[in-house]
């Protein structure tokens, strides 16, 4: 399966990035080049027919992204080309803190975002009952209240989790809005609500309109779409 998106550039750049738009972790470093005005190439790949690029450049894991430049080896995984990114162009729209030990907090947070909270997603594709459905939907439920309150502590009554502007946590989860609205509705209920997470569901909203955001996030067709490949390439086990 493949995704086309089309990605105008003038000049072809010295960073290309593998990815796929339907990846939240491609969107992910392409929220943080756009922020960064990096000019990149994207490079589309095919999940059913990976190309040799890819399998070269990430022989452990084969996935994407994977971030590409003249002369240097590949980085792999979003948040490790997040943080060589903030290295490298430090002084263009920094994500971090200042601070070392706030940084952390934050990685750490990030962490939790990626192997406690967007898992779920999968899992309850493959839970093929209703009964375990119910719980993990209640998991994800219980999940998105950690993350409203971590939000009121961080934005300190400001727009985003980085304060004033877009900061790392907002890249972080904010790669997960377009699956998040399509879950939930492929699912019947609301991960983000007006009454339990009234402070995310205003800050998705600034979000998906963020000049640097915009393009980025793919519309529920491509999530749609994903999702039959996906349900037919790596199918949920039978009820039993």
Not at 6 to 31: D, W
Not at 78 to 94: A, G, R, W
Not at 207 to 228: A, C, N, R, T
């Amino acid at each position: 399966m493949i995704l086309h998106l089309s990605h105008s550039m003038t000049e072809i750049s010295q960073i290309k990035l593998l990815g796929n738009i339907a990846s939240p972790y491609t969107s992910r470093v392409q929220f943080v080049l756009n922020l960064k005005s990096i000019k990149y190439e994207l490079i589309e790949e095919d999940f059913d027919d990976k190309s040799e690029l890819l399998l070269t450049s990430n022989p452990l894991f084969k996935r994407v992204p994977v971030l590409l430049q003249s002369n240097k080896p590949p980085i792999l995984e979003s948040l490790i080309i997040i943080d060589y990114l903030e290295q490298i162009y430090p002084d263009v729209y920094k994500l971090y803190p200042y601070d070392h030990a706030d940084q952390a907090v934050l990685k750490f947070w990030a962490y939790y975002i990626d192997t406690e909270f967007f898992p779920l997603y999968g899992r309850l594709r493959k839970t093929p009952d209703k009964e375990g459905k119910e719980v993990l939907k209640k998991q994800i439920i219980e999940k998105s209240h950690v993350l409203e309150n971590l939000f009121v502590k961080f934005s300190n009554g400001k727009p985003y989790f980085g304060g004033d502007d877009v900061g790392y946590l907002d890249v972080v989860l904010g790669c997960f809005l377009g699956w998040t609205k399509f879950v939930g509705n492929h699912n019947n209920f609301k991960i983000f609500d007006e009454v339990r997470t009234p402070n995310l569901i205003e800050w998705s909203k600034r979000m998906l309109s963020h000049e640097s955001l915009k393009g980025v996030i793919p519309d529920q067709e491509i999530h749609i779409d994903f999702f039959k490949w996906l349900t037919k390439a790596r199918p949920p086990p039978k009820a039993t």
